[in-house]
């Protein structure tokens, strides 16, 4: 078949033309633009999930190390180093470090609020008040609250 379209004077086409990359060219971009804010909203909501889900992770770790220690253990925030600090009471031995910064999950001090920090966790499963952890990204907020009992949940 080639032999005949060449002995004919037609020429076969081995590639693509500019204006049919041109058109793949527009149309990816205007579904990048569309899809852009929705995959950036869903990458903010997964990092927020993610950081609640460690600080759950913490405070549920703090009354699990109080029993089993027999002693109070400290819940402490600090928001210069953006790290949440599970210690023993004088804050000497360092059970447990989450860091909620910048790097793994984005936040800044001001998108982390502790209703309340130190908190001290005693041995019988009881802590001296509860605790509300506020991450704040945009319009997004998560809340990872902790009762005096023990009970941690992510609402």
């Known amino acids: 078949m080639q032999t005949a379209c060449r002995q004919s004077g037609l ?4 590639a693509f033309t500019m204006l049919e990359v ?6 990816a971009g205007i579904l990048m633009a569309i899809s852009f804010p929705k ?11 993610r950081a609640a889900s460690a600080a759950q992770s913490s405070l549920e770790s703090a009354f699990a190390i109080a029993g089993r220690n027999r002693r109070p253990i400290r819940i402490s925030w600090s928001s210069s180093a953006m790290q949440l600090d599970v210690t023993d009471r004088a804050g000497t ?4 470090r989450t860091g909620l910064g910048q790097s793994p999950y984005g936040l800044t ?12 966790v005693y041995p019988n499963g009881l802590a001296n008040s509860p605790l509300t952890i506020t991450f704040n990204l945009g ?17």
Do not use: W
């Open 39 to 49: 995959l950036h909203n869903l990458m903010v909501h997964q990092r927020m999930a």
């Open 139 to 155: 319009t997004d907020s998560t809340h990872v609250v902790m009762s005096r009992a023990g009970m941690v949940k992510i609402q």
């Open 109 to 120: 001090a001001s998108n982390v609020t502790f209703s309340q920090s130190p908190i001290e």
């Open 93 to 96: 031995t360092y059970y447990r």
């Open 22 to 27: 041109l058109v793949v060219i527009v149309i």
């Open 11 to 14: 020429r076969v086409r081995r």
